[in-house]
């Protein structure tokens, strides 16, 4: 299952991953909004990444007008590697070196094709593991020390 959220400025970014997912046969949760009334982007940021983090939705996407203030917000919450993205290469290299289980984009910055398109190469591609995990495991180390 994939949680997908985003705020009035992320919202027809939003529809269109959603249809996407719905044509891959990908079943996903859509946290919100449900219209392109003015909403607060960390509250759905936040939503996405508990349902990550809690185990009830396995990956996450989010979607604000810049995917900025997404990523700060899903980033709090300790277990997510919420990773902003803006071309094919940088969506495959979150899944790749840094196993991001939450994709964000920004809605203002993208076109709905292209915004698709970085969802797609980020669903297609793989974790590499290896070096990568011994790295994952130091910013783990990094959200245990702040207890």
Known sequence: MIAVGSDHGGLELKQAICNLLQQRGLGYADLGPADESSVD??????KVAK???SGDCETGILICGTGIGMSIA???????????????????????HNNA????????????ELGCELVEVWLDSTFESGR??????KIHQIEADRK
């Open 41 to 46: 982007y960390p509250d759905f940021g936040v």
């Open 51 to 53: 349902a990550v983090a």
């Open 74 to 96: 899903a980033n709090k919450v300790d277990g997510i590697r919420a990773a902003l993205v803006h071309d094919p290469f940088t969506a495959q290299m979150a899944k790749e």
């Open 101 to 112: 289980n939450v994709l964000v984009l920004g809605g203002r910055v993208l076109s709905i």
């Open 132 to 137: 990568h995990q011994k790295r994952l495991d």
